[in-house]
């Protein structure tokens, strides 16, 4: 009987294939066998093996429990997810010690095992295959037993992860170091351990119909807002695509504009960006695999604040966003004003730069245009290079870089040395935005506003911005406008924009972002030099 | 109609925009001679009663623009006919200041540039804004309000700093007496701006709360009319009367004689950033209350279809409306105010006022 139930789960598979060849991938789910577990646990087992088709690091082990009687029994688990030593220490061994008793029905089994095994973390009852995988393939160590028709999963996750780092990316000289993992559990941990507090809620589904992949939202229940918490929830769960492998393959696909250059949903590296925003209200997107966590909404002026900003005094932190404002916008347009000037309008460089540049491009036989193409382009290409070569190479392309960009271009004639400065200026801006997303899109919007400046000088370059600008104001970010709060214009919250106000300022949470609860401290913050003691009194007076 | 809405911050900084879009640039009221900036006070006094007659029209009817309720004072036929006349009228505008922007960047940057060139930019911006509706336009404009008051500060500063104010420009007052201030009141500062806030009868139902309309709509109006006002105050101070009356751009002039420190010299360019934007958004406003018009009048569900076709007309337009800049400039002195001006910003809205409210009094309301 078992043979031929064999057989004919074979013949399933073969026809399950056959399907799959078509377009329909719902078919996908059918791998996973649709029928109710068997008493049997042979015919459990080998139904594991023939799903898994006899991986070999699905470790199978069979046992039998109990003293009295002997009860078959079996556990299953994933080589490399499990903790092995929890696995044998905390389930095995008491599993075996156990005396099992005689009179236990089919019911009691299973408290009598969650009881057994209170070492172990979660125990959990499946009833049907598609969890019992789930669970598995999760990390869990499954436990079937003979004449049951379910299983137990406990809980035994486990296996290498890279370990808590400094983050890669958002680097800061004042701040926590550490940065997230590849592992939901540890950032879900590293967040927890920064806002204590119940009403920090955590959901977790599976995204991916084929990599079952753990994505979370985070939220502060109460500071969070209930419609956009649902439009987030609603977004996710429209997702069916087979495989999330990052969080890009999300954003993607929950972004409100796809036609935009300007990203939409923030990420970050960082557990303190993530606490910080979950306090303002916002939510986080965290997917098992990936260091880089999502938040929205997100909007424009966030991109342009660093980290830092808030642990350094407001007047420095004003002082350094203004300066990274100034930084964006040179990244943008240097190149195109460089090209409206010597073409177009040469009266508005003092004479002798004039001059001193008219001079220098006398021996450039190109047009501004495309001289400023070729070294834009000629630096992209580098900076592609340095990105994805080996660390080993990568010294040799700064080499070679440093004679591109610099003396050896002027000295054969295809450039001029005010167009190398420019090049320079605008490449050093890019890198110093602090937001990478928000550097790329600058980089793309740069070329087109040289393209104008060409052809229309500064009225080009002005038309063009003017159309960026139009086009930040339409865009929204989960419903929120994202130029806001500068427009729309909210007085509360411009205090953390291009300013950032005194922290004991702070009164208020986002507006939009939050509409409930939107009182962060009391209104007596200032800090308060202490009472003259009567000493001092004394000797005023 | 779109379902978006502004607020009330927002209508007042779209005011300020529009109203000093191509006015600031163009010489106006010049036939006062030194005294224009009172002519422009008083335009701008008169211009403030005539807005109440727009604004007691939008208050009889809160949620419709000036195209759909004049057919409900006027009845179907007469009021579809007035409704098309104010479209063709605000698309004519439309391509009116197009034309003086791009006449403007002609003259003071792009002398070898074909007119038409320089104008398609300027269209596909304002077909852009019009395609994404009123509240992108609105955030915008609260976005570039800021920039442009930082502007006018900072350039009023520089021209008191070259010291070439001469304040004895301004003098003598009302030589001639009030009789040819008054004048040029009637036939030119009234109606543009101030007349022409008609075309916000068009975007008042908007409005997330109507009944501030009027408050900003005036405190956007009184802070235009004391610039421009200022504006004009200056330039005479800065060239004289004489040669304000003769210039076709006196705010420029004016910008060029700036001269501070040795470096900071010639910002004509800077001051473009300046005028290209108000002239932005006074074309963008009249376009898109054209395009508003039409889908309200010929029943289209969805404006953003009619940007295209419109936008070339608009575009075409500002180019055949006249041969050479000076036709363009006396048709817009003589011929478009007493023939469009007057009877549209004044007559219609006025006789439609008085209808409206004999209606309402004896009751034979039209709902």
């Known amino acids: 009987m078992l043979f031929q139930w064999g057989m004919g789960r074979q013949k399933k ?471 806001s709060p500068l427009a729309p214009f909210i007085s509360t919250n411009v205090g953390d924009t291009l300013f950032r106000i005194p922290t004991w300022m702070y009164r208020e949470r986002p507006r939009l972002i939050n509409q409930k609860n939107i009182i962060r401290q009391s209104g007596d913050q200032k800090p308060q030099p202490p009472a003259p003691t009567r000493r001092e009194k004394e000797d005023g007076s | 109609m779109e379902h978006s809405k502004i607020n009330v911050r927002q209508l007042f900084v779209l005011i300020v925009l529009f109203e000093h879009g191509s006015a600031m640039v163009i010489p106006l009221g010049v036939s006062a001679k030194q005294d224009m900036w009172i002519a422009i006070l008083l335009g701008l006094a008169l211009g403030l009663l005539l807005f109440l007659v727009y604004e007691r029209l939008f208050h009889y009817y809160p949620d419709q623009p000036l195209t759909s309720y004049v057919t409900h004072i006027v009845g179907k036929p007469l009021g579809k006919l007035l409704a098309v006349l104010y479209i063709t009228y605000f698309f004519y505008i439309a391509a009116r200041v197009l034309r003086d922007f791009g006449e403007l960047l002609l003259t003071f940057a792009y002398p070898e540039t074909p007119l038409f060139v320089l104008n398609v930019l300027m269209a596909m911006t304002v077909m852009y804004s019009a395609y994404k509706g009123i509240e992108v336009l609105a955030r915008t404009g609260e976005l570039l309000y800021t920039l442009l008051q930082i502007l006018a500060v900072v350039g009023f500063i520089l021209v008191i700093a070259s010291g070439v104010v001469d304040l004895t420009q301004l003098q003598p007052v009302l030589e001639e007496g009030w009789k040819r201030v008054w004048k040029t009141v009637f036939t030119e500062t009234l109606y543009v701006p101030f007349g022409e806030m008609i075309v916000f009868t068009m975007l008042f139902p908007y409005l997330n709360r109507p009944e501030k309309a009027r408050r900003a709509a005036v405190a956007g109006m009184v802070l235009t009319g004391i610039n421009l006002a200022i504006i004009m105050a200056v330039n005479t101070a800065v060239l004289g009367a004489d040669a304000v009356s003769r210039s076709s751009f006196p705010l420029l002039d004016t910008i060029r004689r700036i001269q501070v420190a040795h470096f900071l010299e010639r910002l004509d360019v800077f001051f473009m950033v300046a005028l290209v934007i108000g002239g932005f958004f006074k074309v963008s406003i009249f376009f898109y209350a054209g395009v508003v018009g039409v889908a309200h009048v010929f029943g289209f569900s969805n404006h953003q279809r009619l940007v295209y076709p419109f936008g070339a007309l608009v575009l075409l337009w500002s180019v055949a409306m006249a041969s050479n800049y000076w036709e363009h400039i006396h048709e817009g002195l003589k011929i478009v105010t007493l023939y469009l001006h007057i009877p549209l910003q004044i007559i219609i809205p006025v006789l439609l006022l008085v209808i409206a409210a004999i209606r309402r009094r004896f009751g034979s309301s039209a709902k």
């Open chain 1, 13 to 483: 598979q073969i026809n399950d294939g056959v399907k799959q060849e078509g377009p329909d991938h719902s078919g996908e789910a059918a791998d996973v066998p649709q029928e109710p577990m068997s008493a049997e646990l042979a015919v459990n087992l080998d139904i594991i093996r023939q799903t898994t088709g006899q991986s070999s690091d699905v470790v199978i082990r069979r046992f039998s429990l109990g003293q009295e009687r002997q009860i078959k029994a079996a556990i299953v688990f994933v080589d490399g997810l499990v903790d092995e030593k929890h696995v044998y220490e905390f389930l095995l061994t008491p599993l075996l010690e156990a005396s099992f008793p005689l009179s236990l029905t089919e019911k009691e089994w299973f408290p009598w095992i969650e009881q057994k095994l209170a070492a172990v973390g979660g125990v959990k009852h499946v009833v049907d295959w598609e969890h019992l995988f789930l669970e598995l393939f999760s990390g869990e160590t499954i436990i079937l037993l003979d004449g049951v028709p379910s299983a137990v999963s406990a809980s035994t996750k486990g296996g290498q992860y890279r370990a808590i780092e400094e983050p890669q990316t958002q680097i800061a000289v004042r701040g926590p170091r550490e940065g997230f993992t590849e592992s939901l559990r540890a950032n879900t941990a590293m967040i927890r351990r920064r806002i204590k507090n119940p009403n920090l809620w955590l959901e977790t589904m599976q995204i991916g119909t084929v990599t079952q992949t753990d994505v979370a939202i985070m939220y502060i229940k109460g500071i969070a807002n209930d419609e956009v918490i649902e439009e987030v929830r609603a977004r996710l769960r429209r997702i069916d695509t087979d495989s999330v492998l990052e969080s890009g393959y999300i954003e993607q696909l929950i972004e409100d504009q796809t036609f935009t250059t300007f990203p939409t949903i923030y990420h970050t590296e960082r557990p303190d960006v993530v606490a910080a925003n979950l306090l303002e209200g916002r939510i986080a997107i965290l997917i098992q695999g990936t260091p880089f966590i999502l938040i929205v909404p997100a909007l424009f002026i966030q991109f342009f604040q660093a980290v830092e900003d808030y642990y350094a005094r407001f007047d420095i932190a004003t002082a350094l966003r203004f300066l990274r404002v100034l930084i964006f916008f040179l990244s943008l347009v240097a190149p195109s004003i460089y090209i409206a000037a010597t073409t177009f309008h040469q009266e508005m460089i003092p004479t002798q730069l004039v001059i001193a540049i008219a001079a220098q491009r006398e021996a450039v036989p190109f047009p501004a245009f495309v001289e400023a193409l070729i070294m834009e382009v000629t630096f992209e290409i580098l900076r592609e290079a340095g990105i994805r070569l080996p660390r080993a190479v990568g010294q040799a392309v700064s080499i070679v870089g440093a004679l591109v960009i610099g003396e050896v271009a002027i000295n054969a004639g295809f450039v001029s040395s005010a167009m190398v400065i420019v090049v320079s200026l605008t490449a050093i801006a890019s890198f110093a935005t602090p937001s990478f997303a928000i550097a790329i899109s600058a980089r793309l919007i740069r070329f087109g506003l040289m393209f104008l400046a060409a052809m229309f000088g500064f009225y080009g370059i002005i038309m063009g911005l003017l159309v960026m600008i139009l086009h930040l104001c339409s865009l929204r970010s989960f419903g929120m406008p994202y130029m």
